[in-house]
């Protein structure tokens, strides 16, 4: 089935220490989405990429940085994580803008 | 300042009533309205879209109104079940992204 894969699902890193949590999509699609979502919060876009072209959210700290290396992955790395970063980290994907967006199942982020 | 607003408490329903779900925005223009569902721990799963120009929309036991004067979308769920119950979220386009209100969370008991 085609789908949003996000890997791992659970990640714990230590304060400050560089972690990396990935997404590959089987479907094709031109955005990839990476959104923050805290505990009874709303899913916060940080950054999309519309095929190679990369757009960040005004706030999204310089501490978020994503790549996308093909159209099928994209990554998100954070240079040092705080204890303000843990949270869920969902990654979507959809075929232009403004269509259905699918979500991946998350990665859940717990930092030490 | 734009704001998005689903009832913040959670709504609990008997099995076979109708939910009722609320989402209220100010200061936006949508073209369009989406409704995900979420379950806790996983990731957001889209239900319906409804545009500007559609007053309504169903699918199955689910129907969507959009009341672009009013600025609200109500969703319905009809007969509803325990498996229903999970946190609905709202989302309306804002250009190249939707802005997702904080979501509804239902609990439906036997």
């Known amino acids: 089935d085609a789908m949003v894969i996000q890997n791992p699902r659970y990640q714990v890193t230590q304060f400050g220490k560089p972690v990396t949590l990935s997404c590959s999509q089987t479907?094709?699609?031109?955005?990839m989405y990476w959104y923050q979502q805290k505990s009874s919060q709303a899913p916060k876009l940080l950054f999309h990429?519309?095929?190679?072209?990369?757009?960040n959210e005004a706030d999204t700290p310089d501490n978020f940085q994503s790549r996308r290396p093909n159209t099928s992955f994209c990554f998100l790395d954070i240079r040092s994580p705080g204890l303000g970063d843990a949270a869920m980290y969902l990654c979507?994907?959809?075929?232009?803008?403004?269509?259905?967006?699918?979500f991946g199942p998350g990665t859940r982020l717990l930092v030490l | 300042s734009q704001k998005i607003e689903q009832n913040s408490e959670a709504l609990n329903i008997q099995e076979g009533k109708t939910a009722t779900l609320t989402c209220n925005y100010t200061?936006?223009?949508?073209?369009?309205l989406q409704w995900y569902r979420q379950d806790p721990g996983r990731g957001p799963v889209f239900l319906l879209l409804?545009?500007?120009?559609?007053k309504e929309k169903r699918k199955e036991r689910l129907k969507v109104t959009f009341d672009t004067t009013l600025k609200q979308s109500l969703f319905h769920i009809t007969a509803s079940q325990p498996a229903d119950s999970a946190t609905y979220l709202c989302?309306?386009?804002?250009?190249?992204?939707?802005?997702f209100g904080t979501g509804t969370r239902l609990q439906v008991f036997p």
């Open positions: 979507a994907t959809s075929r232009d803008f403004q269509e259905t967006q699918y």
């Open positions: 479907l094709n699609h031109n955005v």
């Open positions: 990429y519309y095929d190679k072209d990369f757009n």
């Open positions: 200061n936006y223009s949508p073209a369009y």
């Open positions: 409804i545009r500007e120009n559609e």
């Open positions: 989302a309306l386009d804002n250009t190249d992204k939707l802005i």
